[in-house]
Each structure stands twice: as structure tokens, then as C-alpha cells.
């Protein structure tokens, strides 16, 4: 049976099936489809002001890729002006070809690029050297939770360096999903108040994130890169990821299999759900040494770090961590469920 016609252009012919719709495109249509669908997304948010200066999380991967491209392409309708900034985790033969990728694009695109390093911001320190102290060998699980602190440190400090004044960053529908599901999973009410929404208004004197893919699914992120042949870096990082995400991704794509809705359906439980006053985590204060949000002393980034360079790696990983869960995620005798409240 032959292709059917585009539903949009009533000319081509459809490349594709979307996913969630079930609309036959051409690869053309789709593309434009899907930008306009990111221009709604920031717009209805309000995410990013006229004006605004960008910085563009990039880690060569195929969701900032995607999401550089397509804000490169909306930036003259938004006014905004772009600033991609990446990561050095200083991860041995992962990092570097990620970031080959970052600088091909950014001279195709002709997009301004800063790259932070872990060694140079957090004194010394690697992603490599920072798992061979708390693992002593090999590259321990536990690893992803603190890349992830101290990249959303480095991103902040990169992001301040080029004068910007928001981030955006490429998590789509299935990533938020995925980290609904666990936070509703570990009964963590503090971190499901803290998630819904398409990004943070910039508390505690950070700069505002948000998600503008947020609503796109993975599916349609990657068909997006095949029809505008975006290339990017696909390998997976040589750290284990976390554990626990992967079997709220199985557990989804499940669910997905089972009714196509399901991804996009969470995503949008979160952004409606209120926790009942009883349930609500204590507000956060200032870290004591670099003014972050933190319901301890010390922020999480700062906390790890502290115990890094008091040569206690070990110890400072397993108080890290407790602290970690003490912050992400508040001990509560309500379960989530019965704390929250939909609008
Ligand atoms: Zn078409
Ligand atoms: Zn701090």
C-alpha cells in the first residue's frame, strides 16, 4: 500500500506517523509542526521574556541538540538571543567526543559556546577523580546522582559567565514523566510540589530554568533530528545510570504500550497537583557558603564537595547522601498520594 498524503500539505508524502495523534506527515510538516508546538509552549509559559539572553544547556546529546536547533530557529520570533553552554565532567573517554559534537554544532550554527569544566569550578576535582574516591574502582552508581548536582552547579556558574539570564535545558515529556513516576513511587510529596510546571521562576537567587521540550516526546524529538539530520552524540555515559530510573522508564513504556497518553498525562498530573498544607516541605534557606537554596547548611553541590576535600570521600559520600534523600526527599508519615490535592 502506498504512503498516504500528507494530512497538512495535501501534497508530499507522508513520512511518518505521529506518535501520540496518529497524523500522517511529511518529514517537512512534521518539523514545522513540531517547532510551533515548542513556540506555544514558551509562549503560553511565558518561559523566556523579549530580550531575554539564553544559555543553552549542550551536551551534544539528541535533546539539546534538538532544542538548540529549534529555539535557533524561533529565537528572531521570541527575541531572544542564544548562548550554548557545556559541561567538562571531566569523564575519560565519554566527555570528550560529547563535546566534539557541542563544538561541531556550534560553528554550524554560528552559535556562541562556552565550555566549564568540573576541574577548573570545583577545585580539582573530575567526575573520573570524584568516582575513584568514592568507589575506590570502578565507577560506582552512585555517581549519576552526584554528576547530576554538580552539573546543575556548573550549568548555573557557566550560564552567569556569559551574562545570561535564564537556562533552559532539553528534558522532554518522557524524561519528566520518567522522574514523576519515581518521586510518586518514593511517596517524595516534597520533590512532586517542587516539579510540576514547565521550569523554576529562579529562587534563592538562581537563574529561572525551564523545559521548552518539556511537552515534546522522545519519539518525536528523535524523528525531529532524522528529518532536519541534526547529528549528535548518542553514546551512553560510562557511568551506570541510576538504577531506579530504569525501571520507572520500563514501567512507562509499559503503560505507554497500553495507552499512548500515558506519558504526556503524567507530565501534566505534576503541573496540577497541590500538596495539602500539612504535607508541604519547610521552605528552603541559604546555603551558608555560597547562597543557594538548601534545607540544610549547606547546599547539596556545596555539601559534596565540602566532604571531598576533607579527604573523607567515603564518609562524605554516605552523609552526602543522607542529606541528599534528607533534601529530595522530606520523611513524611502522609504518602503522597494522600497529600495531594488536584486543582
Ligand atoms: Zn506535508
Ligand atoms: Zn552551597
Known sequence: MPAPTCASCHTARANLRRPRSGQALCGACFCNAFEAEVLHTVLAGRLLPRGAVVAVGASGGKDSTV????????????????????????????????????RHQAARWELPLTVVAYE???????????????????????????????RRRALEEGARLVGATHIVTGHNADDMAETVLMNFLRGDAGRLARGGGLGSPGEGGALPRCRPLQLASQKEVVLYAHFRRLHYFSEECVYAPEAFRGHARDLLKRLEAARPSAVLDLVHSAERLALAPTARPPRPGA?????????????????????????????????????????????????????????
Open 287 to 343: 546555603c551558608s557558603r555560597c547562597g543557594a537554596l538548601a534545607s540544610r547548611a549547606l547546599c547539596q553541590a556545596c555539601a559534596l564537595l565540602d566532604g571531598l576535600n576533607r579527604g573523607l570521600p567515603r564518609l562524605a559520600i554516605g552523609k552526602g547522601r543522607r542529606e541528599l534523600e534528607l533534601e529530595e526527599a522530606p520523611r513524611r508519615s502522609v504518602p503522597a498520594a494522600d497529600a495531594l490535592t488536584a486543582f
Open 67 to 102: 532544542l538548540a536547533h529549534v529555539l535557533r530557529a524561533l529565537a528572531p520570533q521570541l527575541d531572544i538571543s542564544l548562548h550554548l553552554v557545556a559541561v567538562d565532567e571531566g569523564i575519560g573517554g565519554y566527555r570528550d567526543a560529547a563535546l566534539a559534537a557541542v
Open 120 to 150: 577548573d569550578l570545583f577545585g580539582g576535582w573530575t567526575m573520573d577523580a570524584v568516582a575513584r574516591s568514592t568507589a575506590g574502582s570502578g565507577r560506582s552508581r552512585s555517581c549519576c546522582t552526584f554528576c547530576g548536582v554538580l
